[in-house]
């Protein structure tokens, strides 16, 4: 996996670094990760390399670990009333496929999947 390609549009460093931080948060959001650290190794195993530096901040960690467990207190609660069983979030080598290459590939609900144009859906 390369580099990642950021949306046609975003020419300077901090529309950049926005759209990374957006992500971050969208996926903590979902209830897909345990806590920033495992936000941040996937960001980085789909080619955001730059995630680490731009998560490097006590306060941006906080909120998305205070995120992730709200996203899944609400998915814990979602499920109990539908009556299905609670799938917990994947664990960082859970989310890596050893099979696709050396870096792997980030193993995500296909609602968290970037477009071409670089949004989440």
């Not at 345990?34 to 909120?63: C, H, N, P």
């Not at 989310?95 to 071409?116: A, C, E, K, Y």
Request: net charge positive; with cysteine; charged share 30%.
């Amino acid at each position: 996996m390369g580099r990642q390609k950021y949306p046609n549009g975003m020419r300077t460093q901090r529309e950049r670094d926005n759209h990374v931080l957006k992500l971050a948060h969208a996926w903590a959001d979902s209830g897909e990760f345990e806590g920033w650290l495992t936000v941040e190794r996937a960001l980085v195993a789909r080619g955001f390399a730059k995630a680490r530096g731009l998560l490097d901040d006590q306060y941006i960690r906080s909120e998305l670990d205070r995120r992730c467990a709200n996203a899944i207190k609400k998915r814990i609660n979602e499920t109990e009333k539908s009556g299905e069983d609670y799938v917990p979030p994947r664990t960082p080598v859970g989310m890596i496929d050893p099979t696709s290459s050396i870096r792997g590939t980030v193993q995500m609900n296909p609602h968290l999947q970037q477009t071409s144009e670089g949004d989440t859906l």
